[in-house]
């Protein structure tokens, strides 16, 4: 719940309520285009560039710590907020039928798959599946 209002702080409105309802499967480099995810890595380089990133973020701590709470004042999502969208999805979860229920059950079995599938890949054949 609150997906939209985060994703809206990186893409407009119109586009995170196109990448929401598409059913698109979107890769990481086009997550990372798009401006939705920050830093992209080669699998396994992920520790190795957080280090990276926190000490380049150390050289400008003050700048980085301002900007930081500016974006945050910006970009405020209250708990109001999310508490309000979640009763809307409960809502309307509640008056699902048997054939949106069945879609559901669907849905999440095929996401209960996908990982699995990938993590049995050897790594290029996975990147190659996720684009």
């Known amino acids: 719940m609150g997906a939209y209002s ?3 702080q990186r893409v407009s409105p119109r586009f995170a309520e196109e990448m929401m309802l598409n059913g698109t499967i979107y890769s990481s480099d086009e997550l990372h285009r798009l401006g939705v995810v920050d830093v992209l890595v080669p699998r396994g380089e992920g520790v190795q560039a957080v280090h990276d ?3 380049r973020n150390q ?3 003050h700048a980085r710590t ?11 999502v209250s708990l109001t907020e999310l508490m309000q969208i979640t009763e ?3 809502d309307t979860a509640m008056q699902l039928g048997e054939k949106s229920l069945r879609t559901m059950e669907r849905l ?3 996401q209960g798959k996908r990982p699995t599938e990938l993590v049995s890949m ?3 054949s996975a990147q190659a599946a996720a684009r």
Do not use: G, K, S, Y
Not at 66 to 76: G, K, P, Y
């Open 66 to 76: 301002a900007m930081n709470r500016v974006r945050q004042m910006r970009d405020t």
């Open 88 to 90: 809307i999805w409960v």
């Open 53 to 55: 990133l926190i000490r």
């Open 108 to 110: 999440v079995r095929a």
């Open 122 to 124: 050897p790594a290029e």
């Open 59 to 61: 050289r400008i701590a």
């Open 6 to 8: 985060f994703l809206c």
